[in-house]
């Protein structure tokens, strides 16, 4: 398995753009999560979903940020308008099905810079 | 809430020593406790993963144990070398009707010099 995929590596936007980054979860994860990874914060999780089903929502910051996963195969998260402040690295993560308990694995992050 | 804290918040070391990462959890009704290292610039891979009725787990030179009723894992890193430099993570799955949001700890820098 190539493990979780995102895209763009890099992304460089101005203020007010849209944004949007990309992911695709390993065969048979049943969870996907969407992370944010900051200096100031650290890790911060903003949604995960089971089943293509959004679960938790409550990190999301602010209405700007969307995200969707219309099949198990894909998800995206969405900025718009974007901001500097949302200047981060951001992370999709994976994860089986319990009882088998697989642990998370990450992708290799999408970096952002919004000037 | 649960809160994750990882001492120390930076580690330097020679190349050789055993070395011991802590972590610390206020709940302990947690469903697993996962240990992650991130290169600079890189994303997290996964290290050991401990369910909650384990007291550890071993992987190669890592070994890592839990101690659920005093909310604490401990991360032992044996003969440590240059490779080893990097970012630990802690991080807490809770369970329950929040399975699958892990909280983090801050990380502990390690620096493993020749």
């Known amino acids: 398995d190539a493990g979780v995929i995102q895209s763009p590596r890099h992304e460089v936007t101005e203020m007010g753009q849209e944004v949007t980054l990309r992911c695709k979860p390993i065969s048979g994860h049943d969870y996907l999560f969407w992370y944010r990874q900051t200096m100031m914060r650290g890790l911060e999780l903003l949604i995960y979903?089971?089943?293509?089903?959004?679960?938790?929502d409550s990190g999301m910051p602010e209405d700007r940020f969307s995200a969707k996963m219309p099949n198990a195969s894909f998800s995206t998260l969405k900025i718009q308008p974007s901001e500097p402040r949302d200047s981060a690295v951001y992370f999709c993560?994976?994860?089986?099905?319990?009882?088998?308990?697989?642990?998370?694995?990450f992708g290799s992050g999408t970096r952002l810079t919004v000037v | 809430k649960q809160e994750v804290t990882q001492i120390p918040a930076a580690l330097s070391v020679p190349e050789g020593e055993n070395l011991v990462l802590n972590c610390s959890f206020t709940d302990s009704a947690i469903y697993n406790l996962q240990w992650f290292r991130q290169d600079p610039g890189k994303g997290l891979t996964s290290l050991l993963l401990i369910q909650s009725s384990q007291r550890e787990q071993t992987s190669g030179r890592l070994n890592a144990s839990l101690d659920k009723s005093s909310g604490r894992s401990t991360l032992y890193i044996a003969a440590s070398q240059p490779g080893d430099s990097a970012t630990y993570l802690c991080a807490v799955n809770a369970g329950g009707t929040s399975y699958g949001k892990l909280t983090f700890g801050q990380g502990t820098i390690l620096t493993v010099h020749p």
């Open positions: 993560a994976s994860s089986g099905r319990r009882p088998l308990n697989y642990g998370y694995t």
């Open positions: 979903f089971n089943n293509n089903v959004p679960i938790d």
